[in-house]
């Protein structure tokens, strides 16, 4: 099986709340999250997909991996964060998962498409001035 994953991060603005009678704090957040986008399987002809997201832009479909209280321009704090995941993806990327499903050994390969992250983000960690999104 091959299986197609994209990736988004992108930041939530700010979401903060207002407690008692003092002012709001000011807090940013950053939304990590994976959509499952498809599955196939290799035959002698090519590949057979046996799922495809109908709507792979829904929040429905987007399962949150990691939700941070940073400010998306916080380069430092985003990649303490996020480093764990991203080694994690990256191991996975040059691995098969094998599992056994009703009695016959079955390999997952898994492939990461980046397309779902802020373009301001991606800016700022590439080191480039961010236009804004």
Same mark, same amino acid.
């Given at each position: ?23 709001? $704090? ?8 994976? #959509? ?42 985003? #990649? ?34 980046? #397309? ?8 700022? $960690? ?8």
């Amino acid at each position: 099986f091959t299986v197609v994953i994209k990736e988004s991060c992108d930041g939530m603005g700010d979401v903060s709340e207002k407690h008692g009678s003092g002012p709001p $704090v000011p807090e940013k957040a950053v939304r990590f999250s994976f #959509t499952v986008m498809n599955i196939s399987v290799p035959n002698k002809n090519g590949s057979v997909r046996i799922f495809e997201e109908a709507k792979p832009n829904s929040e429905l479909c987007c399962k949150p991996l990691c939700l941070m209280l940073a400010d998306e321009s916080d380069h430092e704090t985003l #990649t303490a964060i996020l480093s764990p995941l991203i080694a994690e993806r990256e191991a996975m990327k040059s691995s098969e998962l094998m599992l056994e499903i009703g009695g016959i050994l079955r390999s997952f390969k898994f492939i990461f498409r980046g #397309t779902g992250y802020d373009e301001k983000l991606v800016r700022e $960690v590439e080191g480039l001035e961010a236009s804004g999104s």
